[in-house]
């Protein structure tokens, strides 16, 4: 894993293990380990969904339901219950929050996930040297897995409400790579602090709960209350699923702010995110 | 069991089929911070943080131990429980990096660890399995290639390799793990009192199975509190007492002095059977 190797290109099998420096290993080759073992990532994700629904009757169509579900409680809570079918732009305002909660699930689902990677990890951390990073990265890799799907029935739901179809919508995927890199950031951060906090899990849900209603998802980014209008940019899920919802639902270029806070939340939080997983890495194996 | 033991000439030729060493621990010190809670949870922060204590404890497990390791070697590590045998076995392995000092590993390691197997039990054996390679970073095909072969080696009967592990017996799970640690082509070999829930038959097996890999010019590390396995295993003995290696030297001179340091006796309390 830390190996720094003496003569890498004559004998690859020779590793020397020394301290870490300042906390860290050695970048390099661990960054080389983690690209040669991604199989094992996508490994452990693939048999991890295959595992998570064979006991269900419905099985992997269970990725699909999940998403109309979801549209389903979140359109009788709002268009329904809240009355706001009655408006005229009740289409636009249902396709906003399916787009915007397909995203921010995504989310969510990656952070979740990725907390409990590396305590689940368990035995296969406590016997074998390998690139830590590859547990929430699997956990990242589940995550996105479960959301395409969903953008299928997104695509459904955009056509069947009307709203506007145009070539700035291609730039989308930008947006949601910005949100996957922030959501590795964040899964890091949880996957290191659950090692030492177990209770992590348990308060996740209610925080992404929280997150969720402060972000733009269930409301528009211009409709938010003027007291919160001061505060919203340091919301990077503001950035990061307004830049997202306007070009994949409205078909239109975000403001200019909206591309330098995602690009620069989804860089931090990689950056912290990473940095603070490998500084606590060694002490996985002592810690579970 | 006697087919076990290895002659002393073999012994002697073993031990200079190789110059270059397989394992250079240098002045190697491994501490670590731990908890002393089980489960470490926000309630109990919170009554630590109101009394003033601190859960962490610093162990210092290893302390300046330096040795070499030939290739072709089968060395035994004995001593307490404690003794830090566990943690300088991880460390050579390189799942916890030293915190001073400087170890240098010639060859590919494949771990079998006391503390249980790097499995899921949720997942089949053979997904385990694959898994557990692709880990320890063997390319998909080199997994398909083993598995045949790892499969046939752990008996296991019809069909369970395709089953859940959780629906597998303790020996069936040592096993496994004992399967594949074997197989992954290892330079060297590090076993942590693995095989003590296999059966007699299996232990056979597993026996003249690390036989092979010695005789192959392999390295293994044994520990091992079953001190006549060691003795009829291993050509070097490093016998470690809380975290510095007290002698080392003939295996049977050094269970010789570790017994005694005991006050037990040689022959008793230790057979084979505990390998």
Redesign the interface.
């Known amino acids: 894993m830390n190996a720094t190797s003496v003569d890498e290109a004559f004998n690859p099998s020779v590793h020397v293990y020394e301290p870490h420096k300042a906390g860290l290993p050695p970048l390099r080759p661990y960054f080389k380990a983690l690209w040669e073992r991604r199989v094992f990532a996508a490994e452990m994700s693939r048999t991890g969904i295959r595992a998570a629904n064979t006991n269900t009757f419905f099985g992997q169509i269970w990725l699909v339901i999940n998403p109309l579900l979801l549209a389903g409680v979140y359109y009788l809570l709002t268009d329904i219950i809240a009355g706001g079918a009655a408006r005229e732009d009740s289409g636009a305002i249902f396709a906003h929050m399916c787009g915007g909660l397909f995203a921010f699930y995504y989310f969510q689902g990656a952070v979740t996930t990725g907390a409990g990677s590396v305590v689940g990890g368990g035995k296969l951390l406590m016997n074998m040297a390998f690139p830590r990073m590859l547990l929430p990265l699997s956990a990242l890799r589940t995550a996105f897995f479960r959301f395409l799907p969903t953008m299928g029935v997104y695509a459904a739901i955009h056509l069947l409400t009307g709203q506007p179809l145009g070539w700035v919508q291609l730039l989308a995927p930008v947006f949601l790579i910005l949100l996957t890199m922030f959501a590795a950031g964040m899964s890091m951060i949880f996957a290191a602090v659950q090692v030492y906090f177990r209770d992590t899990s348990s308060f996740l849900p209610y925080f992404m709960r929280i997150w969720l209603y402060l972000s733009p998802v269930l409301w528009f980014a211009e409709k938010a209350p003027a007291k919160f209008q001061d505060y919203i940019q340091y919301n990077p899920l503001y950035s990061l699923l307004g830049g997202w919802t306007d070009l994949l639902v409205r078909a239109k270029m975000p403001d200019a702010e909206l591309w330098i806070g995602g690009v620069a939340w989804a860089v931090a939080a990689l950056l912290v995110g990473s940095l603070f997983f490998m500084s606590r890495e060694r002490e996985f194996a002592v810690r579970l | 069991m006697s087919s076990l033991s290895v002659s002393e000439a073999e012994k002697k030729t073993m031990s200079n089929v190789d110059a270059s060493p397989a394992v250079k621990v240098q002045d190697v010190s491994i501490t670590?911070?731990?908890?002393f809670e089980r489960?470490?949870?926000?309630?109990s922060?919170i009554v630590r943080f109101g009394r003033g204590e601190r859960a962490v404890r610093e162990?210092k497990a290893v302390q300046n131990v330096s040795f070499d390791v030939a290739h072709g070697t089968t060395i035994g590590i004995i001593g307490a429980n404690g003794a830090g045998k566990s943690t300088l076995m991880?460390?050579?392995?390189?799942?916890?990096?030293?915190?001073?000092?400087?170890?240098?590993?010639?060859?590919?390691?494949s771990?079998l660890?006391s503390?249980?197997?790097?499995?899921?039990a949720?997942?089949s054996g053979k997904?385990n399995v694959?898994?557990?390679g692709?880990?320890?970073?063997l390319?998909?095909k080199q997994v398909q290639e083993r598995y045949e072969e790892i499969e046939a080696f752990a008996e296991l009967g019809e069909g369970f390799m395709e089953m859940p592990m959780r629906t597998y017996s303790s020996g069936m799970f040592a096993r496994v793990a004992f399967a594949v640690a074997v197989h992954m082509d290892p330079?060297i070999l590090l076993i942590d009192e693995a095989l003590s829930a296999g059966d007699a038959q299996f232990k056979t097996k597993a026996a003249a199975k690390m036989k092979e890999l010695v005789t192959n010019s392999r390295t293994m590390f044994l520990v091992s509190h079953a001190m006549s396995s060691v003795r009829e295993l291993c050509t070097d003995c490093i016998w470690i007492h809380q975290g510095k290696v007290m002698m080392r030297g003939e295996p049977k001179e050094v269970i010789d002095a570790y017994t005694h340091f005991l006050k037990v006796g040689t022959t008793e309390a230790v057979s084979l059977e505990d390998l």
């Open positions: 670590y911070r731990t908890t489960v470490p949870t926000f309630k922060a162990v991880r460390a050579i392995a390189g799942i916890l990096p030293p915190t001073s000092g400087r170890i240098e590993v010639h060859g590919r390691v771990t660890l503390l249980g197997v790097g499995f899921n949720q997942l997904e694959t898994l557990g692709l880990a320890a970073g390319t998909r330079d």
